[in-house]
């Protein structure tokens, strides 16, 4: 799948984990719902494991192919491959930006940047677009960092004004258009699908 940036504006991420119901059901209303990308991040408590977790990440990679929307997997490159993933998202922490350009020549990568030394020793021109954040604080992810604040956006649009920019961590239905405000092509979010009431009306205030 080709990438554009426009495919960054609402990026869905989520595993079963973070549903209260059928993950299948969340993310078919998500996608009539209008996001643009999805992400299946399988990961931490209460998560699937092996077959289990292979075989719900395909059967949402399906939901997301009718839609024509990208399924993105999140720094795990062995369900990347079998899954035919159309991108991958990597962290600081996981395999080098320079190995998984390497293995995956054609898919689309996305690289989280949280602090000005990771974004001077990362390798931008191998990657499509750059996650930056958290920008809110979150209690999503286990391991999160400290919040950077909608001015980490500021400084990254200063210093690279062409590349592609998701914002992720905390954002919510009644902070999104501050993010987008401040120069993101996008934001990331779960709960604020996963928990909404109607989806639908979460997706458009996103």
Known sequence: ???????????????????????HTVLEE???????????????????????????????REQCRKHDIPF?????????????????HVGQDDMPVKEVRAKFPDKIIGLSISTPQELD?????????IGVG???ATATKEDAKQA?????????????PDIPVVAIGGIQTDNASSVIEAGADGVSFITAVTEAYNIKEAVDKL
């Open 1 to 23: 799948m080709e990438f554009n940036r426009e495919q960054l504006r609402k990026y869905f991420i989520m595993g079963s984990q973070n549903c209260h119901r059928d993950p």
């Open 30 to 60: 998500a996608l009539t719902a209008g996001i643009t990308s999805f992400q299946f991040r399988e990961k931490g408590t209460g998560s699937l494991n092996g077959e289990e977790k292979i075989k719900l990440g395909k059967s949402l």
């Open 72 to 88: 993105f997997i999140n720094d795990n490159i062995e369900l990347a491959e079998e899954l035919d993933a159309d991108g991958i």
């Open 121 to 129: 020793q990362s390798p931008l021109d191998l990657v499509d677009y």
């Open 134 to 136: 958290p920008i809110f």
């Open 148 to 160: 950077v604040g909608l001015e980490w956006i500021h400084t990254i649009r200063s210093q690279f």
